[in-house]
């Protein structure tokens, strides 16, 4: 009987140590990656995120147009603003005046 019964039990062990080897770490799973609302900027920390909205979204909130004075929340309302005193969108009365 105890030759058949030791086989068994050294497949037993095996099997547990065979177990013990593929104990497999939780993977990362890929985190919902911090997203800017604001500019839809994606960051690979919650930190950087929450810096560049300090930096970009709320400290400089007031972006001043320098030649009318007109005041917007983003930089890049500005920008597209200021185009238009740069006479590069037609639209404006600008550009029918050096026509
Ligand atoms: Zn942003
Ligand atoms: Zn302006």
Known sequence: ????????????????????????????????????????????????????????HQNLKQFRCEQCGKEFKRSQHLKRHQLTHSGSRPFECESTKQI
Do not use: G
């Open 1 to 56: 009987m105890e030759v058949f019964t030791l086989p068994i039990f050294q497949k037993l062990n095996k099997l547990q140590n065979c177990q013990e080897e593929e104990i497999i770490e939780p993977l990362d799973e890929p985190e919902h990656q911090p997203t800017c609302e604001e500019c839809k900027k994606v960051f690979t920390n919650n930190s950087k995120l929450q810096r560049h909205i300090r930096e970009i």
